[in-house]
């Protein structure tokens, strides 16, 4: 006997109508824990648990195919030297539950307010699921998670390594980097985004104070710092070995974090400075601010809040200018 597949399933009933069976079927199912986890089989009310893997060589290929879509600038190549998951049940929790409750909200009600029913209740006929505005709808820019789409076929294949599949897009949810420094990251790695909202309230950005995300990593790495040449990432591969020698002669290793960000309902600037955007965030019952400084990119999300940030992979890359890489050959 080999037990292949696990249905979950809800049921229906006599008096349930069809309208509600379909708003309930089109709406994304999300597990309480990713199930590439290797805690996805434990209960997150029953067991708490703070953990950190390391990626193998496959994880590593397709992280390396994500930096690579997500990089713009031509003049640089990055490699990924080494990325851990972390795997923080507190900050699951306070993170999902989140988008939980922000699948309930209504859409003409401000943020926080829940709906009065569910897909698949008795009084759920005219229940309609939550759709936030997307930035490329607010800017005209493509579509913002392009670079992810690129790999989302092999993600896929590699048993959902990347959580491309469980992002929530109707809720803006989505895969954003961060730059950071090594001493940072690790602090992060252990204490989850509460030391990312701790350490952006002392180094308030030109948008406010906040969380601040990129799309672009060219854009992410000017804020994330290179280690400082004692340690170096163990290699995996001879060609990493040899990479790690570039490294050095650019100046050090550099690492950015990996994060899933709900940004729901966003607040949209195309100022080149606006130190009172997250004031009119909230102000406006907005979730996140999208700046799209005079319309030249890179556009950065701001947020404010713990729980709409889960930190998912620490990685640390090595940028090498090309026209270094080719000397040194």
Known sequence: MYPEYLVIYSRAYETTDEASLRALVSQPYFMQHPVYWRNAHKDPDKVFFGDQFELGRGA?????????????????TLTVLRARRLELSADWKRYSGLRKAWKRRRPESPPGTP???????????????RRCQHAHELDGHP????????????????????????LDRDLNECLL??????????????????????????????FGVGVYFVEDLSKVLGNAQA?????????????????????KMQGGIKVVILCRVLCGDLFYTEAKSEPDAVSNMAAAGKDAVLANPERRGAREFVVTKGPQIYPEYVIELQETCRENLTAAV
């Open 143 to 166: 579509d913002s998670w392009r670079a992810f789409a690129a790999v989302h076929g092999e993600v896929e294949a590699a048993g959902q390594v990347i959580p491309m599949p469980t």
């Open 177 to 206: 980097w961060h730059g950071i420094s090594p001493k940072d990251a690790e602090w992060v790695a252990n204490d989850g985004a509460a030391a990312m909202v701790h350490l952006a309230e002392g180094a308030p950005g030109r």
């Open 115 to 129: 709906s009065e029913a569910e897909p698949g209740s008795r009084d759920s006929s005219e229940w309609q699921p």
């Open 60 to 76: 590593l290929g397709i992280l390396q195919r994500l930096v690579e879509a997500a990089n713009s600038n031509p003049g640089v």
């Open 227 to 247: 280690h400082d040449g004692q340690r170096v990432p163990r290699a995996y591969s001879e060609d990493m070995a040899m990479n790690l020698v570039y490294a």
